[in-house]
């Protein structure tokens, strides 16, 4: 059974940085992805890596601000965000893809098929 724990989020300034942190047990070799959920909005891609660590993927609305990593021997994946923005402001997910050795991991939810329970991140103006 995967289980994936999230922590790291809470409350910061506009311009500010957090580190979230995702620590995965059950499998290792599969791709890790990010993503959030605003009030009422559709869940959202983040930003994703490979089980390798050595491919990342990121959307366009935090391209050059956040930084996906993982650490295998720890089975942890984190997710660095700077320069934060108040619309950054969501629940934030860790998921787990579905398929193992994926050189480049999707993009999209539905190929994710274990997720943390969220961790809320709220940036203020």
């Known amino acids: 059974q995967v289980q994936l724990v999230e922590s790291g989020g809470g409350l910061v300034q506009a311009g500010g940085s957090l580190r979230l942190s995702c620590a995965a047990s059950?499998?290792?070799?599969?791709?890790m992805g990010w993503f959030r959920q605003a009030p009422a909005k559709e869940r959202e891609f983040v930003a994703s890596?490979?089980?390798?660590?050595?491919?990342?993927h990121y959307a366009d609305s935090v391209k050059g601000r956040f930084t996906i990593s993982r650490d295998n021997a720890k089975n942890s994946v984190y997710l660095q965000m700077n320069s934060l923005k108040p619309e950054d402001t969501a629940v934030y997910y860790c998921?787990?893809?579905?398929?193992?050795?994926?050189?480049?991991?999707?993009?999209?939810?539905?190929?994710?098929?274990?997720w943390g329970q969220g961790t809320q991140v709220t940036v203020s103006s």
């Open positions: 998921a787990q893809d579905g398929s193992p050795y994926r050189v480049v991991v999707p993009t999209t939810a539905a190929s994710f098929n274990y």
């Open positions: 059950g499998r290792s070799h599969y791709g």
């Open positions: 890596i490979a089980w390798h660590g050595g491919s990342t």
